[in-house]
């Protein structure tokens, strides 16, 4: 063996060692409150799983835990009780001593314990033996640990936008849940405004692949099964764009016009009785006893049919007077009230009168979560997503909304955590934009002391790349900091400055070294994040969706630097050679935004989420 070879098995076993070095608590998603790894080894190779008699659901639990122990080369099946004299290999029980959600995990020498203070504190406990028989097949033996837990919020949650011209395939939404599921999120919420097949209304949801009440049982049905809450929503006084574009609604408007349809009007006695019809067909397709009617940025409240209402009683008043009718409109339905508290909290002298069976969704101003607490009025907090208006997200500040998000609601005693994921103007950003976030808000809602400083590109790099080198999971999210680069926020920029006011003044703040800075950091990201050994179909089709993301936001900083190397920075200024390569990049990408959308997407929508970019070749054209 010469000195070369020597070197490089030296190398090579330096890197096995360093990829195999992680210690057993960094495979935990969320961290749990209590890890106590113990000495010695698991010595039983086979075994019986018993499980407490006639229950079908820790049946599962227990099949998933035979699957899990396959992995590591152990053998075991499945009863209802234990033999005289057995010692079983794996015990699933209910202890009652432990709170709703709570589980404890004891691996001794010869025996695995798994309690749950419910099934859901089971199932958890399961996600959580998952992730140590992966360490214990990174190790090759399967260690010793004391593990308590339970959650900091009862309810943990995710919203998604699917009214933006982006319904997401059944198929994308079960893999969500999935992945969500495993890191203990227990509710999930699709945001809609004209996306569920109302059978009265097709014209309102016709050509944006809605989601029917079939598919929504089903979805349902599988969120169940994942311990999941799939609450439903639909909007019901503002954001009724998609409505008022048909005749037959105009005269629900809060403004009649042709650009101001907006808010749907408490004056016009027809309002109440579209919404009941809507809630009515939309809930019984549920099981949560939840509903949130949204009522968010009702800022033509006043401006039309009701101007007479707020003159007399004040806009607060009017508002209070709305929502109080939606609730008695839920409750005949047998359900919960949830509503945005962005406009009640402009009021605080009103939230004191809120009935104490409604539940208020803090998202804007949290300094209003003192007040809510003050008056008894139950809330959740609401952390938004950094990725709105983008295409490739804000990577850290989104983690920063989901910690500050978890401490204010620790702090007043939010009954829950929600994450906000919107997609405005388009819905450009591709899903896996928001995977950190996901992560990160789940653990820090379900343990805020313990979670605050995971390694969240480490985690996605294990769990969402299968990547042991943990390079991808950071690549991730380090794509979107390219904004820190750059001096600006260039997603503002591409959508702002280029394709709605395509000749206002560059942004301060704009320079010709943050556009070349931000298209360096853009490539030697998206570089780690292709070219590093990864598995699995997910892994590939997130490779694929953020080197489109990637382009669009490189293009983005292009356009910049065409438009400072012109003396009046005006994009009608740029050079006809310039604009010609620009529209040739437009036009591939473009097409690729088409096909890469169908992958997780429904086509419905698409042509307009693509439209804006068609818009941009037309601008560059003329």
Known sequence: MNKLTSFFIFIFF????????????????????????LSGTFDRKEGRIIIPEGSRSLFEMARSVKSLLSQIKMEATIAAKAARGENPLVWI????????????????????????GDEAGLFYAVQT????????????????????????????????????????????????????????????????????????????????????????????????????????????????????????????????GPSSHINLSP???????????????????????YFNINCDETDYLGKGRTKEWVEKKGKGEVYYDFILQLKNEVEKQGRTVRFWADVISQHPELISKLPKNMIALV????????????????????????????????????????????????????????????????????????????LYGAAVSWGYANNQQIDVGSLLSRYIFIDSTGKTGQALNDIGNAFTKTGINIDAFFFDKLLKRPNMDMPKGASKEGFLAGIEHLDNNLKILVNTPTSGDEANLIKTEM???VRMARLSCEIGLDRLNTPTQKLEDISSAKKNELIKKYQRLTEDFKNIWLLRNRPGGLHKSAGYLEKAITILKN
């Open 363 to 438: 998202w804007s101003d949290y300094n209003a979560c003192k007040t809510f607490q003050e008056a008894g009025v139950p809330f959740f907090i609401c952390p938004m997503i950094a990725s709105v208006l983008s295409v490739v997200g804000h990577g850290d500040v989104s983690l920063g909304q989901m910690r500050g998000g978890a401490e204010y609601g620790k702090k007043y005693g939010a009954m829950g955590f929600q994450m906000n994921d919107w997609g405005n103007d388009g819905h450009w950003q591709p899903l896996s934009v928001s995977y950190p976030a996901y």
């Open 129 to 256: 033996f998952k992730q140590i028989i992966q360490y214990a097949q990174d190790r090759g033996t399967l260690p010793l640990v004391s593990i308590e837990d339970a959650p900091d919020f009862k309810r943990r949650g995710v919203s998604i936008d699917i009214s933006r011209n982006k319904v997401p395939a059944i198929k994308t939404l079960k893999n969500l849940v999935d992945l969500l599921s495993s890191w203990k999120i227990n509710e999930f919420q699709l945001y809609t405004e004209n996306t569920f097949a109302y059978q009265n209304h097709r014209e309102v949801w016709e050509g944006f692949s809605p989601l029917t009440a079939e598919e929504i049982l089903d979805l349902d049905q599988y969120c169940r099964e994942r311990y999941i809450d799939l609450i439903p929503n639909q909007a019901s006084f503002a954001h009724m764009n998609q409505w008022f574009e048909h005749d037959r609604y105009k005269r629900l408007a809060e403004v009649p």
């Open 93 to 116: 029980y209910l202890n009652p001593s432990l709170s709703s959600q709570a589980y404890k995990i004891t691996i001794q020498p010869n025996q695995i314990l798994l309690e749950g």
């Open 547 to 549: 080197t489109l993301a």
């Open 14 to 37: 330096i890197s096995c060692v360093v990829v195999n070095a992680a210690d057993l608590k960094d495979y935990f998603v969320p961290m749990p409150r209590q890890v106590e790894q």
């Open 267 to 289: 004056a016009v006695p027809g309002t109440m009785e579209l919404l009941s019809e809507l809630y009515t067909e939309l809930l019984p397709n549920f099981s949560s006893r």
